[in-house]
């Protein structure tokens, strides 16, 4: 019954008030003394690598968030790229068709988007080439496009050569399946 309060005795409990302080006061003295002695001994840098480990995952989660809605994106975009034939002939019958209706515009979206999703490079060529007059001399070109003799080997390439005089290769054209949408895209020519 040491620490019960003594109402009869008020010089009892005013005793017990600077014990209690004084205790108070070594645990305080106490832990400041443990903090700076974790400090002292390194615990400053684990705190620090902690904190980079954590804006690091942070900055992490950020790209990956980043990557998958630019894959979405990508995905989405091509999915929707559904110019084109079931056959890499038909493709070219379907741009060949576009080009000799003076439509340059339908006739781009036969070309495959580029890293940027984009054919503009596709498109301005061929209004050029139109300006200057040459969209015929390229229509009668690919109308005489032959399956190529060296294919890739793979199902969702396939090449055109253009021969010229003499049987000799002027131009090859090369087509890629669009694999979201399951058309052939012109590649390059």
């Known amino acids: ?25 070594i645990i305080i003295v106490l832990i400041v003394i443990l903090v700076a002695l974790f400090l002292s001994l390194g615990g400053y840098g684990v705190i620090k690598q902690y ?20 894959m979405d994106k ?6 929707e790229d559904i110019y084109g034939g079931g056959t890499p002939q ?13 439509d340059i515009e339908l006739a781009g979206k036969y070309f495959a988007l ?14 050029q080439a139109q300006e200057e007059g040459r969209i015929l001399n390229i229509i009668e070109s690919i109308k005489r ?20 005089k003499d049987n000799l290769a002027e131009n090859t054209i090369f087509m ?3 694999e979201y949408s399951k058309v052939w895209k012109i590649e390059s020519m």
């Open 114 to 127: 580029d890293a940027n999703l984009s054919r503009q490079k596709w498109e301005d060529g061929l209004k």
């Open 90 to 102: 038909e493709t070219l019958d379907m741009f060949i068709d576009a080009l000799e209706k003076g």
């Open 1 to 25: 019954m040491e620490n019960q309060t003594n109402f009869n005795n008020p010089s009892e409990n005013i005793e017990n008030k600077p014990k209690k302080r004084g205790v108070k006061w």
């Open 176 to 178: 890629k399946l669009n």
């Open 51 to 70: 904190y980079n480990n954590q804006q690091e995952r942070e900055g992490m989660s950020q790209l990956i968030k980043g990557y998958e809605e630019t």
């Open 145 to 164: 496009a032959e399956e190529s003799e060296n294919q890739s080997g793979l199902d969702s390439e396939f090449q055109l050569v253009i021969l010229g």
């Open 74 to 79: 990508i995905s989405k975009t091509l999915t």
